[in-house]
């Protein structure tokens, strides 16, 4: 490789040159490549391609180099390609079929059409081993976490927050070079991004996905690899690996179970199942009882309904479990034997019936995220759920919400401040015109305060009526650490003294304001690290505002909002 390398090298120290290199696989590939081009005064060029957008950043660097991404295929040239791709050609399409194919194209989406450019140029049988070329060149770590991802159906928009909390919950992630687990879990999943194993879904203001989809072609390699590995079973309408599990099953998704596939479960041995993931499709009634998963770290009932229909009995047998979430179903109360399992670390209530936790609660110690409320797809968020007393011993939550500030106790709420460790915060703050709601707020306000000196990141405060927010203006010291505020009610405020320029990792801002000053607006543009800013207005600007071409220079996305035109602001 060296020899080759110096020949190439001297056969081109005197030439002008255009390379062009396909596909590189990894940034060391890139290292040793780069050395048999020598640096002339000839303009040479080099054009590289690569799925990895690492290893695209490391072919910039050191020089005038400039990366490309690929945008998808415009409809009309999708439309192109389908016809090309089915029926040879766009003229070939009988007319019968158009209306149908542009249907057909109207429902599928653009990155599906980036991987069927393959398709033209190589062989569908080709096309596992491009896809296996890419699974066999990640380290081990990401092998791992990748293949984690077929426990979901076709097409499922897989939430960020979730699939690390379960890795987390799996044993998957270690700390490493000073990371938690958690920032360990997140730079693997942008990684899977980076490297186009995963498609990203749900971009924020940041510029990072929420959440990944995994492409059709790409999860049915994945499940032949977890068949062939025994990594993960499936039962499904459409498939079961059940039948084809030699040894135990390690982690078991049932995505449909009906009298067949619980015959088959029921002669099973399941004692070694680590995660049981039960999708809404399922008839929970055939599902085998809990006492029979012994070893289970992970169990999540997503969306099932009817899940009183399911025998509890036995979760409190579960010592090893970490990660427990009955997300979306229609669960009213929580099993008892939930208060047993001390080695839990995230608690998931979300969008269940659930309206009170049990006093026993505050012995889960280990517990990091404990997540209550109910979050619709339209509509206003709302929680009901008391902030459980002796909360404050909880030392390790960093994650809570949906919790009921004037349900719950003025001591409850006091304790919230000896969280030292907590970064994420959603409260429901409704005062329902209470005479108590002032004492909260002022036990709220205490509590903040103390957060805001430790590793508070991320604050929501949403209100379903008109309840003022402004005792927040006294919020002393700074929280210096605050990346995202968000406040969510019908009440509208002066500019909140405490919003300042020495916030500098004060990235998103969502606000209602009765009106906006000059001085207001001089402060929002010297915000050095403001990436997006949303503000509702009560009244009419009576002022021209004029916003300097300096100012919010690390906007990336304003969603200011107008509730009556304004027309007097000027940029300058």
């Known amino acids: 490789e060296t020899i080759c390398i110096a020949k190439l090298r001297e056969l081109l120290k005197d030439k002008r040159y255009l390379i062009v290199i396909d596909d590189i696989w990894s940034i060391s590939a890139w290292d040793a490549i780069k050395y048999a081009f020598p640096e002339n005064d000839f303009c040479s060029r080099i054009i590289a391609t690569t799925h990895?957008?690492?290893?695209?950043?490391?072919c910039c660097q050191g020089g005038n180099g400039r990366m490309y991404e690929m945008e998808a295929l415009s409809d009309l040239h999708s439309?192109?390609?389908?016809?090309?791709r089915i029926f040879g050609s766009e003229d070939c399409c009988p007319n019968v079929l158009k209306q149908i194919s542009n249907k057909i194209l109207r429902n599928v989406e653009a990155s599906h059409w980036q991987l069927s450019a393959y398709q033209v140029y190589y062989p569908l049988e080709g096309m596992n081993s491009i896809l296996s070329l890419s699974y066999n060149d990640l380290p081990p770590n990401l092998k791992t976490c990748l293949l984690y991802l077929c426990i979901y159906p076709e097409d499922y928009v897989i939430e960020r927050d979730i699939l690390v909390r379960r890795w987390i919950g799996e044993g998957f992630i270690s700390e490493e070079r000073g990371q938690s687990k958690q920032e360990v879990a997140e730079n693997h999943f942008y990684e899977l991004i980076n490297k186009s194993m995963v498609q990203p879904v749900e971009v924020g203001y940041d510029g990072k996905a929420r959440a990944c989809k995994v492409h059709d072609m790409m999860l049915e390699l994945l499940i032949s690899k977890s068949v062939e590995n025994n990594f993960i079973s499936l039962a499904s309408h459409s498939q079961t690996d059940l039948a084809k599990c030699d040894g135990f099953i390690r982690r078991l998704s049932v995505q449909h179970i009906d009298l067949e596939l619980a015959?088959?479960?029921?002669n099973e041995e399941l004692s070694h199942v680590r995660s049981l993931t039960v999708m809404a499709s399922t008839c929970i009634k055939h599902l085998p009882g809990l006492v029979r998963f012994e070893a289970l770290r992970v169990l999540e009932f997503q969306d099932c309904q009817n899940l009183h229909e399911y025998d509890m009995n036995g979760i409190d047998k579960l010592f090893l479990l970490k990660y427990l979430s009955f997300r979306g179903t229609d669960m009213l109360k929580l099993p008892s034997g939930v208060l047993r399992l001390y080695d839990l670390e995230t608690l998931d209530l979300r969008n269940t019936h659930i309206e009170g936790l049990p006093t026993g609660i505050i012995q889960l110690?280990?517990?990091?995220?404990?997540?209550?409320?109910?979050?619709?797809?339209s509509g206003t968020a709302h929680g009901k759920t008391k902030i459980p007393n002796g909360i404050g011993t909880m030392k390790n939550l960093q994650a809570i919400s949906g919790f009921n500030i004037i349900k719950s106790s003025l001591c409850a709420v006091e304790e919230l401040g000896n969280l030292t460790v907590l970064k994420d915060l959603i409260l429901q703050l409704d005062s329902g015109g209470s005479l108590e709601y002032k004492r909260h707020e002022e036990m709220l306000l205490s509590s903040l305060c103390k957060l805001g000196t430790c590793k508070l990141q991320s604050v929501w405060m949403y209100s379903n009526d008109s309840t003022s927010l402004q005792f927040l203006d006294s919020w002393s010291p700074l929280p210096y650490n605050l990346q995202m505020f968000q406040m969510t009610t019908d009440y509208y405020f002066p500019m909140p003294k405490w919003i300042v320029p020495a916030l500098t990792g004060l990235a998103y801002l969502d606000?209602?304001?009765?009106?906006?000053?000059?001085?207001?607006?001089?402060i929002l543009g010297e915000m050095p690290a403001l990436l997006y800013l949303s503000i509702a207005f009560k009244t009419v600007q009576k002022e021209r505002l004029t916003i300097k071409d300096f100012a919010f220079s690390c906007l990336k996305r304003n969603s200011t909002l107008f509730l009556r035109t304004i027309g007097n602001v000027q940029f300058t």
Not at 367 to 372: I, S, V
Not at 511 to 522: A, C, H, M, P, S
């Open 52 to 58: 990895n957008v690492d290893v695209a950043r490391s």
């Open 79 to 84: 439309k192109r390609l389908f016809f090309k």
């Open 263 to 266: 015959s088959i479960l029921a």
């Open 365 to 377: 110690v280990k517990l990091q995220h404990l997540l209550t409320g109910r979050y619709p797809y």
């Open 511 to 522: 606000l209602n304001l009765i009106e906006v000053t000059e001085e207001g607006l001089r």
